[in-house]
């Protein structure tokens, strides 16, 4: 049996898990990569004590990994985007095979690292990036191939859902949530990626490329994050039919591609409402398939590792399957990329929900849906919730049928001028994700 030889570096979360999926599943994986996947080498500043790595070389310098001779694929699993960014590179040059999981590392010098792998004929693969242990990726790539894919809708940050779930089960606030998100290790003691939804952000961007065969870039992708979701929105979305999500939608129109993570208002009836707590799930609308979806682990030591070694197996099956004149997989060619406009938020169409606090007298919800209907918004449903004792105003909740953003923002703009009005006027956007 041939041998491939990967270096693993980073032994953290992630590495530990790749080491020692790798260690426990040695049969069944070698038999998969049709060779024997020997690790050669582990580059890690300290020892991890989940991992035995006496019969193991480990170094403390990752770049000696990413320059040994023996190596044949280097897994970077260090996180980050400066040092990763070099020791990629490296291991390149060196004319290495990669396997990483970092999705900020690929959304954000993706194009100059597989423009160097397309020149030296490497395998850049990255399935761990987006969606933890859930094989999009893959789906993308191989398994939609035949398909013009239409959009792409997605749950890709466990941290975020995590405290949606909490929020929508037990009416906590934000806040209190996150602080649990952190004492859980689900959100990291900076959460800023995961709750402004940064991280989302550079996942929407790897599978947009994929699916639309656009070049990685983050210019244009409209970004928000759930700071400022109020309890009461998720409560009165259920009592309208709809549970809260975060999630990147990724859209092909006429016009260009819409890219863009946010708070979203999905019917209680789609199956990914019912995706909670630290699971991910991605809807894919395809012109051949229909509407699939993918749902599983988006995070964790094991259930990214498993992602991690299924890119290595397929490294090591194409290096032991043709050693001389191997083709890189699907996907790898950067040179038919083409770029496309990105719609900015203004110009993209949903439906909205709308809050707000009204004076409680004749005349007032008048007044307000004559501003829709002269900023050409019809409305789907109002409510007006019950007043509480001695309070004057009440809280009306509007749903409209799908507008642009741009309208929207002036109908927002003069209801708040009103002085019936009390304070902002907050919206969501709604989406049915039913074609
Ligand atoms: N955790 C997940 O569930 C998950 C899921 C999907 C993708 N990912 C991605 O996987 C990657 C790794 O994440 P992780 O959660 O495993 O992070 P982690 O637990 O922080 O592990 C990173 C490891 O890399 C080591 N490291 C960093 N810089 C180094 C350097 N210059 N030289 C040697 N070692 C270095 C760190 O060592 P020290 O401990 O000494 O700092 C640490 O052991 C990231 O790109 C992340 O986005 C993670």
């Given at each position: 049996m041939r041998s491939v030889n990967i270096g693993i570096c980073g032994l953290g979360t992630v590495g530990a898990g790749v080491f020692n999926?790798?260690?426990?599943?040695?049969?069944?994986?070698?038999?998969?990569?049709?060779?024997?996947?020997?690790?050669?080498?582990?580059?890690?500043?300290?020892?991890?004590?989940?991992?035995?790595?006496?019969?193991?070389?480990?170094?403390?310098?990752?770049?000696?990994?990413?320059?040994?001779?023996?190596?044949?694929?280097?897994?970077?699993?260090?996180?980050g985007t400066t040092v990763a960014l070099e020791l990629v590179m490296t291991a390149l040059r060196h004319d290495k095979h990669v396997v990483t999981a970092?999705?900020?590392?690929?959304?954000?010098?993706?194009?100059?690292?597989?423009?160097?792998?397309?020149?030296?004929?490497?395998?850049?693969?990255?399935?761990?990036?987006?969606?933890?242990?859930?094989?999009?990726?893959?789906?993308?790539?191989?398994?939609?191939?035949?398909?013009?894919?239409?959009?792409?809708?997605?749950?890709?940050?466990?941290?975020?859902?995590?405290?949606?779930?909490e929020m929508d089960s037990k009416g906590r606030d934000f806040a209190d949530v996150l602080v649990e998100a952190q004492e859980k290790g689900y959100a990291e003691a900076d959460p800023t990626f995961d709750v402004e939804g940064i991280d989302a952000a550079h996942k929407l961007v790897i599978m947009a490329s994929l699916a639309f065969g656009m070049p990685l870039s983050l210019d244009g992708v409209f970004t928000d994050g759930i700071t400022k979701l109020e309890p009461q929105d998720v409560s009165y979305a259920r009592e309208l039919g709809y549970a809260i999500k975060h999630l990147g939608i990724a859209r092909q129109t006429d016009e260009g591609v819409e890219l863009r993570v946010h708070p979203t208002l999905v019917p209680e009836s789609c199956l990914i409402a019912g995706v909670n707590d630290v699971s991910n799930a991605?809807?894919?609308?395809?012109?051949?398939?229909?509407?699939?979806?993918?749902?599983?682990?988006?995070?964790?030591?094991?259930?990214?590792?498993?992602?991690?070694?299924?890119?290595?197996?397929?490294?090591?099956?194409?290096?032991?399957?043709?050693?001389?004149?191997?083709?890189?997989?699907?996907?790898?060619?950067?040179?038919?990329?083409?770029?496309?406009?990105?719609?900015?938020?203004?110009?993209?169409?949903?439906?909205?929900?709308?809050?707000?606090?009204?004076?409680?007298?004749?005349?007032?919800?008048?007044?307000?849906?004559?501003?829709?209907?002269?900023?050409?918004?019809?409305?789907?449903?109002?409510?007006?919730?019950?007043?509480?004792?001695g309070e004057e105003y009440v809280t009306i909740i509007i749903l409209t049928n799908v507008t642009k953003e741009k309208f929207l923002d002036e109908a927002v703009e003069h209801i708040e001028q009103l002085e019936t009005v009390r304070g902002n006027v907050n919206f969501i956007r709604v989406e049915h994700l039913d074609q």
């Amino acid at each position: 049996m041939r041998s491939v030889n990967i270096g693993i570096c980073g032994l953290g979360t992630v590495g530990a898990g790749v080491f020692n999926v790798l260690g426990r599943n040695t049969n069944i994986i070698n038999a998969r990569a049709n060779c024997e996947i020997a690790v050669t080498q582990v580059g890690a500043r300290r020892d991890n004590p989940s991992c035995d790595t006496s019969g193991v070389a480990v170094v403390r310098d990752i770049f000696e990994v990413a320059k040994n001779p023996a190596v044949d694929v280097v897994v970077e699993l260090i996180g980050g985007t400066t040092v990763a960014l070099e020791l990629v590179m490296t291991a390149l040059r060196h004319d290495k095979h990669v396997v990483t999981a970092n999705k900020a590392l690929i959304a954000a010098h993706g194009a100059e690292i597989f423009a160097e792998a397309q020149s030296r004929n490497r395998i850049v693969a990255y399935e761990a990036a987006v969606a933890g242990g859930i094989p999009i990726i893959k789906a993308l790539r191989e398994g939609l191939s035949a398909n013009r894919i239409h959009w792409l809708a997605g749950i890709i940050n466990g941290t975020t859902n995590f405290i949606l779930s909490e929020m929508d089960s037990k009416g906590r606030d934000f806040a209190d949530v996150l602080v649990e998100a952190q004492e859980k290790g689900y959100a990291e003691a900076d959460p800023t990626f995961d709750v402004e939804g940064i991280d989302a952000a550079h996942k929407l961007v790897i599978m947009a490329s994929l699916a639309f065969g656009m070049p990685l870039s983050l210019d244009g992708v409209f970004t928000d994050g759930i700071t400022k979701l109020e309890p009461q929105d998720v409560s009165y979305a259920r009592e309208l039919g709809y549970a809260i999500k975060h999630l990147g939608i990724a859209r092909q129109t006429d016009e260009g591609v819409e890219l863009r993570v946010h708070p979203t208002l999905v019917p209680e009836s789609c199956l990914i409402a019912g995706v909670n707590d630290v699971s991910n799930a991605v809807m894919v609308n395809a012109d051949a398939v229909g509407t699939t979806l993918f749902y599983g682990p988006g995070a964790g030591s094991e259930p990214t590792a498993s992602s991690v070694i299924a890119d290595i197996v397929d490294v090591a099956r194409t290096l032991a399957s043709n050693p001389d004149s191997w083709v890189p997989p699907l996907g790898c060619a950067s040179s038919a990329l083409q770029s496309q406009k990105i719609i900015d938020i203004q110009n993209i169409e949903t439906s909205f929900y709308i809050r707000f606090s009204a004076l409680d007298k004749p005349g007032v919800l008048s007044n307000i849906t004559k501003i829709m209907g002269d900023a050409g918004i019809s409305i789907e449903a109002i409510i007006q919730k019950e007043q509480p004792a001695g309070e004057e105003y009440v809280t009306i909740i509007i749903l409209t049928n799908v507008t642009k953003e741009k309208f929207l923002d002036e109908a927002v703009e003069h209801i708040e001028q009103l002085e019936t009005v009390r304070g902002n006027v907050n919206f969501i956007r709604v989406e049915h994700l039913d074609q």
